[in-house]
């Protein structure tokens, strides 16, 4: 950009020259999470690698100016890979006196606060439980601090387009995204790209969104220099070469599931109940007809699962998907879908627990339930995606698994993933091999009865018939049934035999899986980090401060967590200590422990919040000493 | 896995009754209600020019939930009372499938009531049989959500207390567009009721007494019974008037009470017999709620009133929101802003 | 632990509105009309004589179902669609309490169909209100079973295409003794309808149109605003003629087409029009399936004929099961056949 | 009895001479579960110890002389210790050629098969896939065979009467049931009384029962006794001495869950839905209304738990039941249970899975389930039964966790110990010590304000407050509540808190139950045999077997299978080995290494039938070697 070069660049507020982290907080009403989401396209764009977390409240629409109200999205983002949202924010932009007080105990020591000070009325300060005004009584001496009327700057900036006072003050979030993007030096053109997009039908609103945007870039340029505000450079994080764009987790779950069903030569039935965080992929899904996808709003979980293994039955792909509560009322129908041997994708986007929980926050205290919580032996695949763009490959994987070995399949990923956007290396036609569905369509050449659970020998699977196939008509159902035509037998040697198949069918399925890798180091040495889904960039990133130290330190995060990958056990024998890092009581402990007779150390978080990178070195820390 | 021969000829024929008969041992009880209506559904597909490979039977449990394996056509026996949602799945991913519910009082009216109520309002084009024995048979007798009041079983010792649901009254209320009645011994009327429900596109429900010889038996006697038929049962047809015993009575509408009356019919009161219009949805629910014996019982078709069907209004809208639009998955994942990383030079 | 101080007088006292607000903040959107509905409510408990220590508040999941932290009364916010059974569960351990459950269009119709049927059929003697904002707030706006055809939605991008549940029809269907309908601004008349519901022994069912300001702001407007209010709404009362428009229309049946019709009143025509008696069902369903703007939209008591409540029968059945029995539970574990063995000598 | 000096005892059949296995087998209509259970009760009578297995098929009523129509009740009694139901009878009744077929296989080598030889025409057995008459064809020559015309002998024996000759044909039961308590001298006073009780009302019916019974007896008495058919003479069992009835898993349930009711000062509120096995508890509880029970039969088991949820609430003792389906859809609401930490009692009846599975058949297969089944971290106790009567100590048990905690609890038991007898010393007033439940009923004192939260030090109990008390007035639900108050509180803080205490109020339980004992042999050795819930008897004998050939084994069973006793770790560590049978596919082993760290084996048997001694035996030998 033209302005860069009259810039002295100064050191950031930050310790890291590579690497920042900002946290828009403001009202729930104030636009912070779309204002987030277009730093983040401008930032992705400029090069840099981030990582994201949008952080709102469970109401629909809080009071304005309480606590509870406060939405908050955080970016961190710079040169260097980048796999967390960031521990603690370098930058605040706090629209009002709740999202100050919300927000401060993360921010850096020494960090740069930006605060509307057009908004520290009384009456706010008093809805945040402030008793002074914190932008003048001094304590906020710990960070620096810049506070802008913005409230009144953007007034100023819009009154040509005759808004009423209320629309006038909406685009304040603009106004705000304007100045930070001249912090950082982001390109304006994606974000007035958007804006005109957005407003097409509403020229003055178009216009004054404009000129928001474009009076808090200008602000910034024109501003005193010598004052807090600094301009930073962070150079292009290095990446694979390739065509580039931003996704959250659900929305590179929805895309795997449509390239999955296409790589398996399927149309994709997705039979779903809204529930907070897994709406999302419902919402996204609903939109794309044109792919050979039918979405079905059930009344509730239990019809959901059903339909989606009705349609399996009759053919399509079925997938179901839900969250805490709604995965809890689907096992039952789970066991139906294990006992009739037919495909189905099962997502489960995890949040706080127990019960209602916490909707809106994140945890990945579902996989014991996952492997475990069903009547009967009931063994059903199970993986988890490791961040927002990882859930495209792993939907694809769910797919796969699911047709090729006839089974329902578990995906586990959660409120983070879901919400998290990061840039993502779009694929081509030949980043995944194809897997077309076989039906099973003619009956036997010798006049032999069909048998609808004779098996594929190398892969246990049944053959999926169609109904409507003509020659092949047969029955399935939920009771026990013979091992290989299928009719009702409670015979005690045939029980323990499907039994004994069920089992071998899924375990078996660890031949067709990858290997274990290593994330990150050495496949050995003195400890394994060991981890699954959304935390994998917290661990990733204190095992590489660990190993910076000179410790002789890994990571191993696991995709494939029923079956394991069969080298699993063998690598981690190989380590000394085994550390497991989880949001939850420690329940991939359970299965290591059990399966490796290891002795897997349990490190718990379960606040709603990701790990912060620090709290897992400390963990590394502790567990080497 | 079976080896495969060239493909089969997949075109409609003729069937017989024996050709919709499974080779499976039928399992209920000697003298259930069941297997008469197994009896007549099988004497009725042929007349249907139904496929058999294209028919699909889906049920829940409960000794009704057996049906599909009774049947010669692809059959579903799934979980308790979720049939109504798993057959939404089937018709969705392909509504060229007959696809048939067989459900009982429990499955369908106690566990499965929800999905009940949605099938119906969504109008999914299917036939749903509800075998209604006003009992749990398979585990054993306990009181259904129809079982009258007073109703021993080992569940309420002392009398069941619970006032009983009506099911079609039940399926009026959830939206039904077609709703009939019959009983199991009905064999000349039950076949006209199937066909009838087969015509319908929409979700046909249809409530079957069945009577369980363990466990109720007789309940429906009082007016299933061969000599009480006449007086007892009004057999509806569109476009006549609501006459039963040999003629001999009628029904009226009381129009100070706003309520149904029985009268003797003579040529001077012939006028005034309703006429059954099927397309009324107030008649059917004062039909529906005649209280017997004071009542005779109504059964046949009691209301049909087609709306467009769930999967019919699911594909249009398909084929609308599509119009004009390719399947570009590469496109898709393209979406939305993008941009470029080149390789190092 | 809390320590204890000395009993406090129980006896009921006379309440104010305040008396009946707790003290958590309330979350809701500015302007949704859930507050219209908590300030109704609140206003009309101190007219109802009720006891905020013997009042239990039970709800599902959704906007609606935060109603209870909102009250200074015991108050249990349970799980999706389950606040009937956990009711039914409460009133029978403690038939003394009242029992107000309140859900919503997507809590009560989608996920919770068939417990609200059930308790319909068993009729526990309870309020519930329905708030039906047709949407699911709190989940941001997705369509639920009462959303119109066509209404667009995050899942319904193209237009909703599952027909409506009509919830008072429903409510019939199921067998309610007591049903009602009116709209969160109509603080007129929402306290005299929820005063009749208290009144009621058995479950009263209020629907309540209740505006989501948010996702779906306006749906009722053509209705509940003030200026359409004399044409569009007919406010029934027992044994008074169905007139609406300040008296200048009413309803009156069509006697052989056997279905309402609107008709302008004067004094010639006044005869014809029905006198409102709650306790016909038929018309009952006729009133609730008036279509809009055609015909007005029936508010207040639409039907209402009691039954005994659930907890009645059951308390009466275990006072005639037990009359004349002791609970020696040493008697009881040695029921039937025993024998002794003696200590070896 | 006045006989027995008449016959010359001559040996049994079996190798043993101190304990015998008889399998009555006939047609479902032919009231073999009616005769075993009679001959039960004149068991236990004439003080034999005994086990019971009730095996009948899934179907109502099935066709009359199919194979799957074939109802089967086996019983094991002797004057040693009984423990389990058999492994192989020593006499077979066979009603029928489908009886003989079916169960045939289980007889011992040289046993005595007794068949009613009027039943074997030719459509009968070709209705049981026998080409020829094995009672004729030599194929029965392993064995002893009595071919009797019992039919015949019947309709002689009632033709007085002037019965149907289908009514005549019901009493051919009480024939054989004479005859067989005429070889084991049992007296037939209570059969006499229990048939004049039954058939009050119809003299007729009651005087041909009476007839056959005695004839039957009678034909023993006079018949030719050369032949195989033997008297037996059974000692005594010893037994404690003490007031003894034969009891149901059901029964004894039941009778537990009021005792327990009783014993916390509490109002029983059972919540079900029908299910097999678990359907006999709501039967049993349903008729005591006097005791203060209120049955609710729900429609369905959302709605059963629900109300127990509701009614616990309120300040009953709330409890549902049910089995394996059933219990898959009580998981969502056994999260709001461990929410708002209400007691409530789970019962689940397993039966075989996955899914509908096998209705009627036994297995243990729900334990991970019930451990690790629910979203969330949602810790709840487990408890097993281990016999029939031990279902009365354990339902207590159950009580006194649920209401002294205030959590739910859940309760493992299964189809065998359901529907199996065995005699039990009926307990008296001072065997279990009352454990009063307490309300809080009193506003703090202070004038603080109350707070539902705030915990017992010592159990971390929550207060119980039944709505309706003044000054209390207080509001909960399934979202995360402050440590407190109970208000709404998602903070990251109070998650990871209340997370913690959830976990800890769970796991401090370990501090108030009993020590793990030792079933059988020292508390040390070379191989532990750790069992749980049903398969108790096989396992006691199995190690009994081996102990008596010298090995160093031991038997340990464990009640309380989460939390542990605290002992468990240390009492396991004192073994070279662990063996853990299961009738599943090694769901405690995964319990035991987690938690210790030990290399617990599993040994699997999924067959819907009880372990045999001879199996469990076999794995120890394998074991040790
Ligand atoms: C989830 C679940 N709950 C309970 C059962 C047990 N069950 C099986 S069938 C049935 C009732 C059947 O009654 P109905 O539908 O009237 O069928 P009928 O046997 O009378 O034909 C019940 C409660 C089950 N299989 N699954
Ligand atoms: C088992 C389960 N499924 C889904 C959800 C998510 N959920 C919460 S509220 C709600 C719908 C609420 O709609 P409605 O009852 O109409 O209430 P409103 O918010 O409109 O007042 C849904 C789907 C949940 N909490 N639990
Ligand atoms: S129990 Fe009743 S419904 Fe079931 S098969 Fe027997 S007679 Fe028929
Ligand atoms: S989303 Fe709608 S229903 Fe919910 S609080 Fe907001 S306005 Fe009210
Ligand atoms: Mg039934
Ligand atoms: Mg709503």
Redesign the pocket.
């Known amino acids: 950009m033209a302005t860069a070069a009259k810039i002295d660049p100064a050191p950031p507020p930050s310790a890291s020259h590579d690497a920042v982290v900002v946290r828009f907080a403001g009202d729930s009403g104030d636009g912070m999470q779309l204002t987030g989401g277009q730093f983040t396209l401008a930032t992705a764009i400029a090069g840099n690698d981030l990582a994201t977390f949008p952080d709102f409240p469970a109401e629909i629409r809080a009071p304005a100016g309480t606590l509870f109200g406060v939405s908050a999205f955080q970016i961190h983002f710079g040169a260097t890979d980048i796999e967390t949202a960031g521990d603690a924010p370098d930058v605040l932009i706090a629209m009002n006196p709740a999202a100050l007080k919300v927000n401060l105990d993360g921010l850096k020591p020494g960090g740069l606060i930006i605060a509307d000070a057009a908004e520290f009325t009384e009456r706010n300060l008093k809805k945040a439980g402030y008793a002074a005004n914190p932008l003048e009584d001094g304590s906020l001496a710990r960070w620096q601090l810049m506070a802008l009327p913005i409230s009144q700057m953007t007034l100023d900036a819009v009154r040509p387009f005759g808004l009423s006072n209320k629309e006038a003050l909406r685009t304040k979030n603009m106004w705000t995204l304007g100045l930070v993007m001249w912090m950082f030096g982001r390109p304006r053109a994606p974000v007035v790209q958007w804006i005109e997009g957005r407003f097409a039908g509403r020229p003055e609103l178009k216009e004054a969104n404009l000129a928001a945007l474009n009076a808090g870039h200008a602000w910034g340029e024109t501003a005193e220099l010598s004052g807090p505000l600094k301009q930073f450079h962070l150079g292009r994080a290095e990446a694979e070469p390739g065509l580039y764009r931003t996704v959250t987790g659900a929305d590179a779950l929805s895309l795997g599931l449509v390239a999955g069903a296409k790589l398996a030569e399927l149309p994709l039935f997705f039979g779903s109940?809204?529930?907070?965080p897994a709406s999302s992929i419902l919402h996204a899904l609903a939109r794309l007809k044109e792919f050979g996808v039918t979405t079905f709003q059930a009344e509730?979980?239990i019809a959901a699962i059903c339909a989606a293994i009705g349609a399996s039955y009759a053919g399509h792909l079925g997938v179901t998907s839900?969250s805490?509560?709604?995965i809890?009322?689907k096992t039952e129908a789970m066991g139906l879908a294990v006992m009739t041997e037919l495909p189905l994708v099962i997502i489960n986007s995890q949040r706080g627990g127990p019960s209602?929980g916490l909707?809106t926050k994140t945890e990945q205290s579902d996989l014991t339930q996952a492997v475990f919580g069903r009547n009967g032996d009931t063994p059903i695949p199970v993986l988890a995606a490791r961040s927002p763009s990882d859930c495209f490959a792993v939907a694809i994987e769910a797919c796969r698994i699911a047709t090729r070995f006839m089974t329902p399949v578990i995906l586990l990923t959660d409120g983070y993933i879901a919400n998290a956007a990061e840039p993502w290396r779009v694929p081509d036609r030949h980043d995944f091999e194809p897997f077309p569905a076989i039906f099973c369509d003619q009956p036997p050449a010798d006049g032999r009865p069909f048998n609808p659970y004779a098996r594929d020998p190398v892969t246990l699977a049944r053959p999926w018939v169609k109904p409507g196939t003509p020659g092949l008509i047969h029955r399935i159902g939920g009771l026990e049934k013979s091992h290989e035509t299928g009719n009702i037998d409670y015979s005690a040697a045939n029980h323990q035999k499907m039994t004994a198949i069920r089992h071998a069918k899924i375990d078996g399925i660890a031949r067709f899986i990858p290997a274990q890798e290593v994330a990150l180091g050495e496949p050995w040495g003195r400890l394994a980090v060991v981890g699954w889904g959304s935390t994998y960039g917290p661990i990733l990133k204190a095992v590489e401060r660990a190993r910076a130290r000179g410790h002789a330190v890994s990571h191993i995060h696991i995709r494939h967590l029923h079956p394991f990958p069969e080298n699993l056990g063998a690598l981690l024998r190989g380590f000394e200590r085994v550390l497991v890092p989880e949001m939850n009581m420690g329940q991939l402990k359970v299965l290591l422990r059990d399966r490796f007779l290891i002795d897997a150390r349990p490190f718990s978080k379960v606040s709603g919040q990701p790990f912060r990178i620090a709290e897992v070195e400390a963990a590394i820390e502790e567990a080497i000493a | 896995m079976n080896e495969m021969t060239p493909p089969a000829a997949a075109s409609p024929r003729s069937t017989r009754p024996d050709d919709w008969a499974s080779d499976q041992e039928v399992r209920w009880c000697p003298g259930c209600g069941d297997y008469a209506i197994l009896k007549a559904v099988q004497r009725t597909m042929p007349e249907l020019g139904a496929d058999p490979a294209k028919t699909v039977f889906i049920s829940g449990i409960g000794c009704s939930s057996r049906f599909p394996y009774y049947m010669e056509t692809y059959g579903f026996h799934t979980i308790h009372g979720r049939a109504p949602a798993i057959a939404t799945g089937v018709k969705l991913a392909n509504p060229e499938l007959d696809v048939w519910i067989v459900t009982g009082d429990g499955d369908g009216l106690s566990i499965g009531g929800n999905h009940m109520l949605h099938l119906l309002r969504r109008n999914l084009d299917c036939q749903l049989l509800l075998f209604n024995n006003e009992i749990y048979g398979l585990t054993k007798g306990q009181a259904s959500p129809t079982s009258r009041l007073g109703t021993r079983t080992p569940t309420t010792p002392f009398g069941s207390i619970d006032r009983p649901v009506k099911p079609c009254e039940f399926a009026l209320g959830a939206g039904a567009r077609f709703v009939a009645r019959t009983f199991d011994t009905a064999q000349k009327q039950l076949p006209e009721v199937l066909k009838r429900a087969y015509a319908h596109k929409g979700t046909s429900f249809v409530e079957i007494y069945q009577n369980c010889v363990v466990y109720n038996d007789g309940v429906f006697e009082a007016f299933t019974d061969r000599k009480a038929a006449p007086t007892s049962q009004l057999w509806l047809e569109h476009g006549q008037p609501m006459l039963f015993a040999g003629g001999t009575r009628g029904l009226t509408l009381d129009r100070e009470r706003l309520m149904l009356e029985v009268i003797e019919v003579t040529p001077e009161t012939l006028p005034r017999v309703i006429v059954h219009d099927e397309t009324n949805r107030s008649v059917a629910h004062m039909l529906i709620n005649m209280n017997f014996p004071a009542f005779p019982v109504a059964l046949g078709v009691i209301y049909c009133d087609p709306r467009p069907s769930f999967e019919t209004v699911v594909a249009e809208q398909v084929a609308k929101a599509t119009a004009g639009k390719v399947a570009d998955l590469a496109a898709l994942l393209r979406r939305g802003q993008t941009w470029e990383v080149s390789p190092p030079a």
Chains 1, 4 share one sequence.
């Open positions: 109940y809204p529930i907070t509730d979980e839900s805490g509560p709604g809890a009322l209602t909707p």
